[in-house]
């Protein structure tokens, strides 16, 4: 890690719980399925079967949905379960992201078939996720909270590589009021291949505990 | 379905070959995840450790990148891997497409705990996922082949439900030469959540057979 990514981590770290470590193994499970890919024949069908057993035995540990709900956040469990940076969803790359001195905030996350768009490229709603994920985090780390996106517009400049580390940037930009404006990049070997500027509504959401970015 | 969705499908049925059972099976395993949350008693070890083996048998069957980005965009296999629409995709939802009589695609998803941003509520890069998908699916759908997004606003009027069904709706607005202009909006229980402006450059991805959209 870069000296000038050293600061205060902005993203729930995995942790070494069981849940952490059998989400990291769906998301292997998660890009498997499409490294293999179009075979029936070798022993997929048990794979279906095991999986089919994995969740089963999960959807007996569920809890109903609105305790779960509550349960998710309470205190100060930030970001730990959503499709960006969550730990413990497995959807989410994850995207870890870090607040810099400088009031911006920096991930690096490298992506692979399961975000394909284009061929062999990242998916533009991929893209417009990691970015809309980034400038909530710069909000909360630049001190304005808990913000809603109300605006989101995004520049697709140049094509988004698998495969490669990707740059996600953020920064706010101003505070006008509730209104809060931030700006963001996604870069691939030093150029920019997305940019996108969002109009934030501030307000707390109003639940029990702390909300997150995003 | 409603009639007027009767259209043509414009994204992959799922299909019952072993692949597609095993990414459905996959899917409830993010989701069961999410549910049975922070427990590490209760055999989360066990699940862990039966993930774990799903994934190196399947990463035994992979091929080569190369060679497996080459099979997956031969031939017509239209949104068979992506992120939002693909049935071989456990992130997707799916969310499943349909071409309408007046030219614009519709389809209707529920979304659960994995596509969480706010408590409760979509996450806002989940919805510019869905709407960019859409809107390329209506450039498709409208004639304009496979176009590249060149720029994205999205709009963020209401919250957007978990656990309720979504309209997604697209259409392509106008041609100006290569230029491809596109709106789309996501509504629940009949009132706009999300609207989406797209600006797309139309033009032939350069890889063997044919590109999809999104």
Known sequence: ME????????????????VEA?????????????HAGDRPEAGIAEVADM??????????????VRQRLADMWRGERIGRYDPVAGPQNAIAPPLRLYGRS?????????LGLPYQGPPGLV??????????????????????GTAMTAE?????????PLF???????RRQSVDGRKIRGAGTISASGQVCVSAEALFI?????VPGRAVPG
Not at 3 to 18: C, F, K, Q, S, W
Not at 102 to 110: A, L
Not at 152 to 160: G, H, N, S
């Open 164 to 170: 490669e580390p990707l740059a996600v940037v953020a």
């Open 102 to 110: 400088d009031g911006s905030v920096e991930g690096t996350v490298t």
């Open 51 to 64: 999986l089919d057993a994995v969740a089963s035995q999960l959807e007996g540990l569920a809890v109903p």
């Open 202 to 206: 501030g307000k707390e959401i109003p």
């Open 22 to 34: 059998a989400v990291a193994a769906a998301r292997r499970v998660i890009a498997a399925l499409l």
């Open 123 to 144: 998916h533009g709603g991929i893209s417009a996720m990691l970015l809309d994920h980034a400038l909530g985090a710069a909000n909360y780390w630049a001190g304005s």
């Open 152 to 160: 989101l517009t995004l520049r697709y400049l140049r094509p988004v």
């Open 3 to 18: 000296p000038e990514l050293a600061g205060r981590a902005l993203t729930a770290a995995p942790g070494d719980d069981g």
